[in-house]
């Protein structure tokens, strides 16, 4: 039942973020690459590079702390919701504010027209998506998938609008409002304020929760104790899980740098190909809003005493549903790469590989539960660091000869060296057993349809290759299938 209560949720986000993705890509992209020269969606681009790099510094990943701490009974869950935030509040304020005080000698650095102004708004933005990430963090907690959803979805839904008023709407309708060299600036202050507007949201959901009570204990002469971690021990806990952060962003960016360096059209190819892949990362991205509160709620208060069965099963589950979509996209192909230019698509050459390092990603994320509830995030670190040697070297070392393949292997090399490393750190701290065994079995079969795929792009050859695997997958699962999602104890074989 619980391996079920974890599919629903994934099922909601996953939803949540296709259709956030869909109405943006739909709505937003078209709209703003025509009313927007080259030159100022470049702007845009140049603005947002470091974006995720910089949230992901401010958040620390309180995030994950908070599922730590306020999941096993050691500490008031509302405690620690509001120790993280503080920490959240303090370092958004002592990294944003100087920054924004110094956004004219770093427009100069940007060589743009109003890029003071531009710059501000971006950081505004930075600020409250980090502020919004605890409160998410305890959406997810909780089991409020909805909730979670609404708020993400509103922000996208009152972005959307807020583009089209400023971009369409003013310059339409109200000409004499409208700064024709400020567009940028228009979109960016959409952004600024939908983020601003979802995080307000979240504050008043916030202030509506039962304050923490303090708790008397007679051992320490009747003191009032704030049951929540300590500062250093949240900080020791969350630094190296930053440092996975910030070096899986990095090795995102390294390739296609690189590859600019050497040939600006294998880039363009690259991230083409990626753009592709995001139909994994999309599953992914969903599974892991589920699954790291659910893997924390289910530890419980004892790790000793943890049943372990539920952990094999979200594995063999996500092995299932991630090896039948990766098959699909490639099955699918011929119709989805009408999704990118004609000009980009010869970088789609390196998709299966990218595939595949996803693929292994999304296995890393289920082993790494094991430092994350062992407290042994240092291990963390020192695999994202030993990870990044190959998602940086490949690129460094053999774009030259190799083209768009150096990278796309260099991250395929990243993540099953880290997937290497991460399982024995399972076996020693919280050990699993895992099928691998059958996640095997899962990827020989999706391969074999694959290749049997190249024999024709016919739409009926292709539709008829995927509902072979998904009834060989079923042949091979069902048994297991119906014991776990209809009734029956989890963790069976």
């Known amino acids: 039942m619980s391996l079920k209560k974890l599919s629903g949720e994934t099922l909601v986000y996953g939803l949540s973020s296709i259709l956030g993705r869909l109405l943006n890509f739909a709505l937003v992209t078209p709209f703003v690459t025509r009313v927007m020269s080259d030159g100022e969606f470049g702007e845009v681009g140049n603005l947002m590079f470091w974006t995720a790099l910089l ?85 997810r907690l909780q089991q409020r998938a909805w909730f979670f959803v609404a708020a993400n979805l509103g922000n996208v839904v009152i972005n959307i609008l807020l583009i089209y008023f400023l971009l369409y709407y003013l310059p339409t309708y109200l000409p004499e409002y409208f700064e024709p060299s400020f567009r940028v ?40 104790e704030v049951q929540a971690p300590s500062l250093r021990r949240l900080l020791r806990y969350s630094l190296p899980l930053t440092v996975v952060s910030v070096a899986g962003i990095a090795n995102t960016l390294v390739g296609p740098s690189i590859l600019i360096d050497h040939n600006a059209a294998w880039a363009g190819y690259f991230k083409a190909a990626l753009s592709m892949a995001v139909f994994l990362n999309l599953f992914i991205t969903a599974y892991q809003y589920a699954a790291e509160p659910f893997f924390f709620r289910q530890s419980g208060a004892d790790l000793a005493t943890a049943d372990r069965g539920i952990y094999a099963d979200a594995m063999r589950a996500y092995g299932l549903v991630g090896t039948l979509a990766s098959a699909g996209i490639i099955l699918g192909l011929p119709w989805l790469q009408y999704f990118i230019g004609p000009d980009v698509r010869p970088g789609l050459v390196v998709l299966p ?141």
Not at 111 to 134: G, H
Not at 194 to 204: H, I, K, M, Q, S
Not at 356 to 385: C, E, H, M, P, R
């Open 185 to 224: 600036g228009y979109y960016l202050v959409s952004i600024a304020v939908a983020a601003g507007l979802r995080y307000l949201v979240l504050l008043a959901d916030g202030l509506r929760q039962p304050r923490p009570r303090s708790r008397t204990d007679a051992v320490h002469g009747g003191r009032s």
């Open 353 to 493: 590989i990218l595939l595949a390092a996803n693929f292994l990603f999304g296995i890393y994320s289920n082993l790494s539960i094991a430092y994350k509830l062992t407290d042994q995030t240092f291990l963390g670190g020192v695999i994202a660091a030993v990870g990044s040697i190959f998602a940086v070297g490949g690129p460094l070392l053999f774009t030259g000869r190799y083209g768009i393949y150096a990278p796309a292997v260099g991250m395929l090399a990243c993540f099953l060296v880290m997937c290497v490393l991460v399982y024995f750190v399972s076996r020693r701290y919280f050990p699993v057993n895992y099928p691998f065994g059958r996640i095997l079995i899962y990827v020989v079969l999706a391969v074999g349809v694959c290749l049997l795929g190249n024999f024709s792009a016919a739409l009926p050859w292709r539709v008829f290759l995927l509902l072979v695997l998904i009834a060989a997958l079923f042949l091979v699962e069902r048994k297991w299938l119906r014991r776990t999602f209809m009734g029956g104890a989890a963790g069976a074989v």
């Open 55 to 139: 949230i992901a510094l401010l958040v620390f990943r309180m995030d994950t702390a908070v599922f730590r701490f306020a999941s096993r009974g050691e500490y008031d869950p509302r405690d620690v919701f509001r120790r993280a935030q503080w920490l959240v509040v303090i370092l958004t304020f002592a990294v944003i504010g100087p920054l924004l005080a110094f956004s004219d000698p770093i427009a100069e650095l940007l060589e743009a027209p109003r890029a003071a102004t531009y710059v501000q708004l971006v950081l505004v933005t930075i600020a409250f998506d980090a502020l919004s990430a605890v409160p998410l963090a305890r959406l």
